[in-house]
């Protein structure tokens, strides 16, 4: 009785499943999937693709840099670039909602890129945050010298006075502090009192949205700060 049952083709289990015919051949294995439905869709997953190729540059950019792979000129140019295409796709809300932030993005696409986020955070290549060797005009060139000294000073003053007068929005404040880190590393590479002041106020307005504002308590810091770093650079003079 048992040599005339069929053999069954697998040995069956109380799981065992065996799929419709109806449903098997719907699925096209070779069909591309598409992310996207429309062109809204499809334009944030491009921007986000891209947002997320600019870090992996970064990051390799700055490891180059490092390595002296790459001159400075070079380095300060594409650093310059790239973080000015990160700061634009995020303008957009749509983008900028789905990112949400620089961890939380590295975290789900699992991203190990500590010295692009350390230079994204800051929002400054390294050869404007730190100068790496001393400017020609120290020593060799007074007037020169003078004239850069002149030119930090007014930055400083120009930076406090637009602070007294209420202007304590982002996209106002951080040109003006690039400016004053610029012109204080023309005059000298070393490190003076309260000069990571200036730094601290640039990666914060670095986090902020063009439009924001400092608060009041805000404001009275980086005056207060900002003014004892006047000081100090004056001191190394």
Request: with cysteine.
């Amino acid at each position: 009785m048992y040599g005339q049952q069929r053999q069954l083709a697998y040995a069956p289990t109380p799981y065992s499943y065996t799929p419709a015919p109806s449903t098997s051949a719907t699925i096209n294995l070779d069909e591309e999937v598409k992310l996207s439905t429309t062109s809204a869709e499809r334009d944030l997953y491009e921007s986000l693709a891209e947002v997320y190729s600019i870090i992996i540059t970064l990051e390799a950019l700055e490891k180059a840099y490092l390595k002296d792979s790459i001159t400075e000129s070079e380095y300060t140019e594409t650093c310059s670039r790239l973080l000015k295409q990160y700061k634009s796709n995020l303008q957009d809300t749509t983008v900028a909602n789905a990112f949400g932030d620089l961890e939380t993005f590295k975290q789900e696409w699992d991203m190990e890129c500590p010295r692009a986020t350390e230079r994204i955070r800051l929002g400054l290549p390294a050869t404007v945050e730190q100068p790496s060797m001393k400017p020609a005009a120290q020593g060799s060139d007074s007037n020169a010298k003078s004239s850069l000294i002149v030119t930090a000073t007014e930055n400083f003053i120009t930076l406090l006075d637009a602070i007294k007068i209420g202007m304590l929005e982002k996209d106002v404040l951080h040109p003006l502090l690039v400016d004053i880190i610029q012109a204080v590393n023309k005059v000298t590479d070393q490190d003076f009192e309260n000069k990571s002041k200036i730094i601290q106020w640039l990666i914060t307005l670095n986090q902020m949205k063009a439009a924001e504002k400092l608060s009041e308590d805000q404001a009275r810091e980086i005056q207060f700060e900002i003014q004892q770093a006047y000081h100090g650079f004056k001191a190394t003079l």
